[in-house]
């Protein structure tokens, strides 16, 4: 062991390891840990999976021991923890809870989200439990309200927020009516009016509202100053208790010869406005929300189920997969499943987005969470739970948007020396009236106004209020915003790669086109399905299917026999009936001569043809195709219109995916394309300087996903997809992809806009405070209305729906050239 760390302030970190496969791995994960310099000791067991590192804390951290071990090669197993959070007033709170625990050991990252009130901690296991996480923030002067699931968290903080609401409704009349009488003096010595008020009467009622109503501000502000750190609360303290206790001085030095003097009202109106701000605030950060509310309505807390041959009602909780759920017209669906009797039409608007009741019948997949029409459905449950498609898109909702953006840690930065430039600011305008000859009447009026003026609440809820309402609206448009990361990657995306299959296309090959030759169309297509109907090729699916969309009786099929590549024979009504491709019909002797321009054209347009004989001679060509998706061409158009280059690689055959591409107008299309070239043309696109989203829908697109800028993933594909993509599509629409885009660029231009004007009300407010151009109790008013602004400016991100055209505005432009031109560097 290091004897000069072994003797210095060290600790103990004992963390589980992952990826460890044999003794040797645990030997070069000590070398690796042992070579920091800030490391005393290092000792790995294999068999217990376990880590003890003793560290110089004053060198290095929890975090970066971890990012130690990730760079030998392994991984750290971790906890999370997802809590809301109580007592926070302003972004400089949050900034001051994600520094305590990031001092807590065995904390990697720590998020506290200002707007949703919440905090989201990553931990290394068995180094970390609720309670240190309460200990630490109630030493920080805020409480930890742990609940057992995201579902009850929601539910809970639905209830908490009334009450709170209705708290701060009355607190804010009651406020309102003691200062009331002062606002009505100063309106009647405003038009010269006689109505006063005595200056003991004022000394009461501002007293009131200081020192009771007002206790809350001087609780966060020592909560703050006993932290080390400043907030908004500071300021309030400080702006309003300096006019309070002049006024009080002025009392008793001159009596009821004050009168005239007093600034009783402004520290009155100032708390008044302030309670009003966080009021108008907190209502309309409740709007933010809505699309989680709006979800979690969907979920029913009770569901009727067959048991036993009884239908009993019970808890959603104690729904088990197979369970068969009865569920009555109107109703929402409670879990997963596919329909085993009954017929109805149902409305999945809020999941999907498709505002158009779907039809389901037997055998039909429904979703939990969508609501039932006018038929009687029972349902076998195939999910339940937080495995249900409705819990998971909660899920990727709240994790949305409670990520944190780069440029917000930007913002985070600037708030916590936001307080005490202010303070520095406000004793600089005090001293500069007094040594310029002016009175000590103005040099407090100016320093008050800019304590008052000053809040960084704006600046810590321009950021997550329009992350929330732009990945709220998103969702109601069918589209799941897996984090943050990926709402700010993909407005600035200018590329798209489609996969074909399942994306731009159906993915369910159908007959396009047939040409009977010795017989008429209806009874070719009877003889090639009843033959088929020993196949599970694709293809065979086709033609299955259009027999049956056409009623068509088949027959049985004697002497089937399957032909790998080729196609299938087989006997039906005592004749021999062979189908396949053109080189299959040659090896049979069968002569496809007169049909060879027939099957020409049709491959030339990416069409597979099949050939029927019956007894040797050729019957009849079908042509089948993998369909293009009625949405696929308006997509592709209105990507152009948003100047998004788009490009179309598939592994099908290149005449295939030439002809899609000419039909939906993409120019750059590759046929023939492996999984792993596909991720090689997404770095290819990058490195020329493009911001790459991938859409694809199947395991083969994983790669590709994954390398892109954004990956997008159809939500009728597979799981793989959907888990790797950053945005998920619960539509089999491409014209969703625009809608993703338009949202991200929407959601940006509001953040852009949100900081510009609480960033302009301080730049402007607060000169003109030091000026004395502002009174105190107008620039309290400024000050709330600058957070009511932002969150108002946010909330009109509700109105987005996929249609519309991404934003451009000229604050947008204004924010880009600063940018430029003082190099701000923000990550990606």
Not at 96 to 121: C, M, Q, W
Not at 319 to 328: E, G, H, K, T, W
């Amino acid at each position: 062991m290091n004897e000069a760390l072994a003797n210095s302030a060290t600790d103990m970190l004992r963390a589980p390891i992952t990826g460890m496969t044999c003794g040797a791995c645990a030997t070069r994960l000590e070398k690796a840990l042992r070579r920091s310099p800030a490391i005393a000791d290092a000792n790995v067991n294999f068999a217990t999976e376990q880590a003890e590192v003793h560290f110089n804390k004053r060198e290095t951290n929890t975090e970066q021991i971890a990012a130690l071990i990730e760079r030998a090669g392994f991984g750290v197993g971790t906890t999370n923890f997802s809590f809301a959070v109580g007592g926070m007033t302003c972004s400089a709170c949050a900034t001051r809870i994600e520094k305590a625990l990031h001092k807590l050991p065995g904390v990697l990252e720590a998020n506290v989200n200002l707007a949703l009130e919440r905090a989201d901690v990553c931990g290394i296991t068995n180094q970390l439990d609720q309670q240190a996480l309460t200990r630490t923030l109630e030493k920080a002067g805020f409480t930890a309200q742990f609940e057992k699931d995201a579902a009850d968290t929601i539910e809970v903080q639905r209830e908490r927020e009334t009450r709170a609401l209705r708290k701060e409704l009355i607190t804010l009349l009651v406020s309102a009516s003691l200062t009331f009488p002062m606002l009505l003096q100063m309106a009647a010595m405003t038009v010269g009016g006689s109505f006063r008020v005595t200056p003991g009467t004022e000394f009461v009622l501002t007293t009131i509202v200081q020192l009771i109503i007002g206790a809350r501000f001087y609780r966060a502000a020592w909560n703050a100053v006993r932290a080390g750190a400043g907030n908004m609360d500071v300021l309030v303290v400080m702006g309003t208790t300096t006019a309070y206790v002049y006024s009080v001085v002025l009392l008793v030095l001159n009596g009821a010869d004050a009168t005239g003097m007093l600034y009783f009202e402004a520290s009155a109106v100032i708390i008044t406005l302030v309670l009003l701000g966080k009021f108008m605030e907190a209502r309309a950060k409740r709007g933010t929300t809505a699309a989680i509310r709006q979800l979690m309505d969907l979920r029913p807390q009770t569901a009727r189920v067959l048991r036993d041959g009884q239908e009993i009602e019970l808890p959603l909780a104690e729904i088990r997969v197979d369970d068969q759920v009865i569920v009555r017209p109107g109703e929402n669906i409670p879990v997963d499943g596919a329909v085993v009797s009954g017929e109805s039409a149902v409305d999945e608007a809020l999941i999907t987005g498709e505002s158009i009741p779907i039809d389901k019948s037997q055998g039909d997949p429904v979703t939990g969470g969508a609501i039932n029409g006018t038929g009687l459905l029972t349902i076998r449950a195939t999910a339940v739970g937080e495995d249900s498609t409705l819990s998971r898109i909660i899920r990727l909702v709240e994790n949305a948007q409670a990520g944190k953006a780069p440029i917000q840690r930007l913002v985070d930065r600037i708030s916590a020396i936001f307080v005490p430039t202010v303070i520095v600011i406000a004793l600089i305008a005090f001293s500069v009236w007094l040594s310029t000859g002016g009175t000590l009447e103005q040099a407090l009026t100016a320093a008050v106004s800019v304590l008052v003026i000053a809040c960084p609440c704006a600046l810590g809820l321009a950021t997550p209020t329009a992350i929330m309402t732009g990945t709220g609206a998103a969702a109601r448009a069918g589209i799941l915003i897996k984090d943050v990361e990926a709402l700010e990657q993909a407005h600035a995306i200018n590329a798209i790669i489609f996969d074909k299959t399942g994306t731009l296309t159906t993915g369910q090959p159908a007959v396009v086109d047939i040409l009977a030759t010795d017989t008429d169309q209806e009874h070719l297509l009877r003889t090639l399905a009843t033959v088929q109907q020993g196949s599970e090729h694709p293809l065979a699916r086709a033609v299955l299917t259009r027999a049956a969309e056409l009623n068509l009786e088949l027959s049985s099929v004697e002497n089937f026999q399957s032909h790998t590549g080729l196609g299938v024979e087989g006997t039906v009504d005592g004749t021999r009936i062979i189908s396949g491709n053109a080189e299959f019909m040659r090896n049979n002797n069968i002569d496809v001569s007169q049909a060879e321009g027939w099957i020409a054209d049709r491959e030339s347009l990416g069409n597979t043809v099949i050939c029927v004989a019956s007894n040797g001679q050729l019957t009849g060509l079908l042509a089948i195709a993998d369909p293009l998706r009625a949405e696929s061409i308006p997509a592709i158009a209105k990507l152009d219109a948003m100047d998004v280059h788009t490009s179309l690689l598939s592994g099908d055959a290149p005449k295939a995916v030439a002809e899609i591409a000419r039909q939906v107008g993409i120019e750059d299309a590759r046929g023939g394309v492996k999984p792993e070239d596909k991720a090689a043309a997404v770095e290819s696109l990058r490195a020329s300087g493009y911001r790459v989203g991938m859409l694809g829908d199947g395991i083969n697109d994983a790669p590709a996903l994954a390398a892109a800028d954004v990956g997008i993933a159809m939500g009728s594909g597979t799981d793989v997809a959907m888990e790797t993509a950053g945005v998920t599509l619960m539509r089999a629409n491409p014209e969703l992809v625009p809608a993703a885009i338009s949202i991200s660029r929407a959601t940006w231009a509001k953040i852009q806009q949100n900081l510009f004007w609480a960033f302009i009300y301080n730049v402007i407010g607060i000169p003109f405070a030091a000026m004395g151009l502002l009174s105190p109790s107008l620039a309290g008013a400024a000050m709330a209305f600058s957070s009511v602004s932002v969150v108002t400016n946010s909330l009109l991100l509700r109105k987005w729906q996929p249609e519309d055209e991404p934003v451009n505005n000229p604050i947008e432009k204004v924010i880009n050239t600063v940018r430029r031109n003082f190099k701000w560097q923000q990550s990606t």
